[in-house]
């Protein structure tokens, strides 16, 4: 197995950033064989352990397909979060990132949470260490804490609210309607968006998707040239140049959505080019053309594949339930604390249907996070 470095944004304490590094594992490949023979014994030891994979848009396709087929699922990190807090199995396995295994555990604290690999991270939680954060928070006592899902159990301890890309509009507004200052964190795109959007007072952190933080709004716009019938479609983790050439702003639930019921019949999407392969299953006359991550001054090291949701393999759910191996633990106090501003999101949301409404101001809304 190769290890690749990548480069993601840290924010300090005193609002200071620098550029720090971070590795992901890549996979080897399988051969037709071990590919086949490692699904059946995936499907095999998931019946009789008594768990059920519950997967991320982003994961190999390999691993959607045996959520699907063995009664799991495939969604976005709080509906495999509220899936895993509600399904009769006593064992979760989390195909995604380490966030996700989280607020799985924070949700069901009684259930053994498993990870194909525990060293799959967020560049997003990476850069905003805990201790930094709880600091420049004290420093802003009369803000509210709002944090996006992608955050580890720590930060999320230290908030008031947890928001994902879709109900986060609803909520801020909420806020501001109150009267009430934020900090946001970590994603500054998004962050930034919501905060064009509502005109709240928002102090950002600094944080940055490394996959979405890579597209391109020039090479977009000769793309939407090139292929004047199609509907763009953005995640609002990206930079502003490429949301304002979106049709849709949404999360990835909701990009799924706008393709499974668009009437376009092509659509350039500008997200994980992973979440292809459920849009390609529930729609299969579209054509999906990826977002361009290459042009001038492109780094192009994700290339619209996060490298963390790479690390997900057959062998890491073969090894997770065979030897009881990458149990994800969230110690007891943190996850009371955490649990906290994910509930209130919740609340908020079932007593607030509204903010789920189809589409505002651009953005698509419903349940859904990175
Ligand atoms: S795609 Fe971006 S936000 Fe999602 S897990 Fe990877 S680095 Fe984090």
Request: glycine share 6%; with cysteine.
């Amino acid at each position: 197995m190769n290890e690749q470095s990548f480069e993601y944004t840290l924010q300090d304490a005193t609002g200071a950033t620098c550029t720090a590094n971070a590795w992901a594992k890549v996979p080897a490949p399988l051969t037709a064989e071990s590919r086949e023979a490692l699904r059946q014994r995936a499907k095999a030891l998931l019946q009789a352990r008594n768990a059920v994979l519950v997967a991320h848009y982003y994961v190999d396709g390999d691993l959607q397909d045996l959520a699907l087929e063995t009664g799991g699922i495939v969604a976005d990190s709080l509906e495999m979060a509220r899936f895993g807090r509600d399904h009769a199995a006593q064992t979760l396995v989390v195909a995604g990132v380490r966030f996700m295994g989280e607020s799985a555990k924070i949700l069901s604290p009684h259930k053994t949470v498993l990870m194909p690999d525990l060293d799959a991270t967020c560049s997003l939680d990476l850069g905003c260490p805990p201790d930094d954060f709880a600091r420049f928070c004290d420093e802003h006592p009369d803000r509210q804490v709002v944090v996006y899902a992608n955050t580890s159990a720590a930060v999320k301890a230290r908030a008031d609210w947890m928001v994902t890309s879709s109900c986060a509009l609803g909520i801020v507004e909420h806020l501001k309607a109150q009267g009430q200052k934020l900090i946001w964190a970590p994603d500054r795109h998004l962050g930034r968006y919501i905060q064009e959007q509502t005109g709240a007072d928002m102090l950002l952190w600094h944080g940055a998707c490394i996959v979405h933080d890579e597209f391109k709004a020039t090479e977009l716009e000769l793309l939407k040239e090139q292929y004047p019938d199609a509907q763009v479609l953005v995640h609002p983790e990206s930079p502003a140049g490429v949301v304002a050439l979106a049709d849709v702003v949404g999360s990835t639930s909701q990009m799924l959505q706008a393709v499974v019921h668009g009437t376009a019949q092509r659509y350039i999407v500008a997200t994980d080019n992973l979440i292809m392969h459920r849009m390609r299953q529930l729609a299969p006359g579209k054509v999906l053309i990826e977002a361009p991550t290459a042009g001038n001054s492109a780094t192009c090291k994700s290339c619209a594949h996060c490298p963390w949701m790479a690390m997900n393999a057959l062998q890491g759910v073969v090894d997770c339930l065979e030897h009881q191996q990458g149990e994800i633990h969230v110690e007891a106090a943190t996850g009371s604390q955490a649990v906290r501003c994910i509930q209130r999101m919740l609340d908020f949301v079932a007593a607030h249907p509204g903010v789920l409404a189809p589409r505002v101001q651009g953005m698509v809304r419903g349940v859904g996070a990175a």
